[in-house]
C-alpha cells in the first residue's frame, strides 16, 4: 500500500513538470546529484525495481526533494537496471 501512495504523489507531481509519455514515469536517480529518467510503468511490477522503490521509501517517506520519485542508487547502476530490464 505504501508504495502505492508514493507513485500516486509522485505522478500528481509530475504533472507539473515537463510531460512524460503515457505509461511512462519520471523519476530522478542519483547519489549527490539527480538526473531525470522517464520509464515505462512496467518496470514497477519487476521485482529488481520493486527493491529500489522499496528503499526510495526507507530513505525518503513521502518527501521527494526533487518533487518526484527519487530512487537512492548510483546511476550506473540504475541504467545497468534498466537495461536488463528492457530485455526482458
Do not use: W
Not at 507539473?16 to 549527490?32: C, F, M, N, Q, W
Amino acid at each position: 500500500m505504501a508504495i502505492r501512495q508514493m507513485l500516486r504523489r509522485s505522478l500528481s507531481n509530475e504533472r507539473r513538470s515537463i510531460e512524460v509519455p503515457k505509461g511512462h514515469l519520471a523519476v530522478y536517480v542519483g547519489e549527490s546529484e539527480k538526473k531525470r529518467f522517464v520509464i515505462p510503468l512496467s518496470y514497477l511490477n519487476h521485482p529488481l525495481f520493486h527493491d529500489l522503490l522499496c528503499r526510495a521509501e526507507e530513505e525518503f517517506g513521502f518527501h521527494h526533494p526533487m518533487g518526484g520519485l527519487t530512487i537512492p542508487c548510483s546511476e550506473d547502476r540504475f541504467v545497468d537496471l534498466t537495461s536488463r530490464l528492457s530485455r526482458t
